[in-house]
């Protein structure tokens, strides 16, 4: 199963970026989907995730109100609104697929193959 992000890029701080990820029909329907990212030099770290109907997300903290986790149950996407960017959200994004509501990286068991996102100062 294949999960593909896309939408990373170039950004000063301070301005936007929006990451989607489209999943296969089965998965996106039934599945919690979650977004990760790894930092140059660090681990891969848990950013934002929502629940299968949508209706509960949960964020890390360095990126609440910041962040925004969206799901768009037509088109099988999950989107990443990213704001008020900062040099140090500079990492490898990564979206996911879990059956659990969790922060966990080894509760998720589909994963897109990364998108770079590069905030300058």
């Known amino acids: 199963v294949q999960l593909q992000a896309s939408g990373g890029g170039l950004a000063q701080a301070g301005g936007s970026l929006k990451l989607a990820c489209v999943a296969p029909?089965?998965?996106?329907?039934?599945?919690?989907m979650g977004w990760f990212r790894q930092a140059p030099g660090k681990d891969r770290e848990f950013v934002a995730a929502?629940?299968?109907?949508?209706?509960?997300?949960k964020y890390t903290d360095s990126v609440k109100g910041r962040y925004t986790i969206s799901r768009d149950r037509a088109n099988n996407t999950v989107y990443l609104q990213m704001t008020s960017l900062k040099p140090g959200d500079t990492a490898v994004y990564y979206c996911?697929?879990?059956?659990?509501?969790?922060?966990?990286?080894?509760?998720?068991?589909?994963w897109g193959q990364g998108t770079q996102v590069t905030v300058s100062s």
């Open positions: 929502i629940t299968s109907s949508g209706g509960n997300t």
């Open positions: 996911a697929a879990s059956r659990a509501f969790t922060n966990r990286e080894s509760g998720y068991d589909y």
């Open positions: 029909g089965r998965i996106f329907s039934s599945y919690v």
